[in-house]
T-cell receptor
């Protein structure tokens, strides 16, 4: 039973480029969450999605960041016109259909902006 | 907004010793989670506590949620080098726990 999968594991971008991070939830999980871990900082919630719906994006920066979880395929976190401050580890988590269940995390994507 | 404070921030113990990590919340805790993170890797789910007074154990790790539901502790018995890592507590929101707020983390080193 495969866990949460994220790719790429490492991503290097130059300032101004776009970054696309992918997350495939665990089998049977319909809830996806994105978190960001900045260097020397804690893990911060960004966005919570269900299939084709953004449920809570209160942690997303207002500009340049977007997320989607289409009917088919992985969830995508997209960062446009990256800046050095976007360098961080981005983690995806998923949980089963029922609420009040634990979230299971992927290995993360480490984004480095040059 | 809810804040979680973990103590200690870091801990170095001799292999075989017991240790406790605390997580204190500024608000009532709903769906308290404990995770372990190894450097450069993702989070490994350890345990989830929901009810005041609840206690759960897995192998040599025991977690408790106090009756007032504002503090949780993680206790490791007879620590091993494999226990080394960063321990994070996380609190779900009062609704469906979807939005998890994480603590500051406790870095554990176990010396053989």
């Amino acid at each position: 039973n495969a866990g949460v999968m994220q790719n790429p594991r490492h991503l290097v971008r130059r300032r101004g480029q776009e970054a696309r991070l992918r997350c495939s939830p665990m089998k049977g999980h319909s809830h996806v969450y994105w978190y960001r871990q900045l260097p020397e900082e804690g893990l911060k919630f960004m966005v919570y999605l269900q299939k084709e719906n953004i449920i809570d994006e209160s942690g997303m920066p207002k500009e340049r960041f977007s997320a989607e979880f289409p009917k088919e395929g992985p969830s995508i976190l997209r960062i446009q016109q990256v800046v050095r401050g976007d360098s961080a580890a981005y983690f995806c988590a998923s949980s089963p259909i029922h609420l009040q269940e634990a979230q299971y995390f992927g290995p993360g994507t480490r984004l480095l902006v040059l | 907004s809810q804040e979680l404070e973990q103590s200690p921030q870091s801990l170095i113990v001799q292999e075989g010793k017991n240790l406790t990590i605390n997580c204190t919340s500024s608000k009532t805790l709903y769906g308290l989670y404990w995770y372990k993170q190894k450097y450069g890797e993702g989070l490994i789910f350890l345990m989830m506590l929901q009810k005041g007074g609840e206690e759960k154990s897995h192998e040599k790790i025991t977690a408790k949620l106090d009756e007032k539901k504002q503090q949780s502790s993680l206790h490791i018995t007879a620590s091993q080098p494999s226990h080394a890592g960063i321990y994070l507590c996380g609190a779900g929101d009062s609704g469906g726990y979807q939005k998890v707020t994480f603590g500051t983390g406790t870095k554990l080193q176990v010396i053989p």
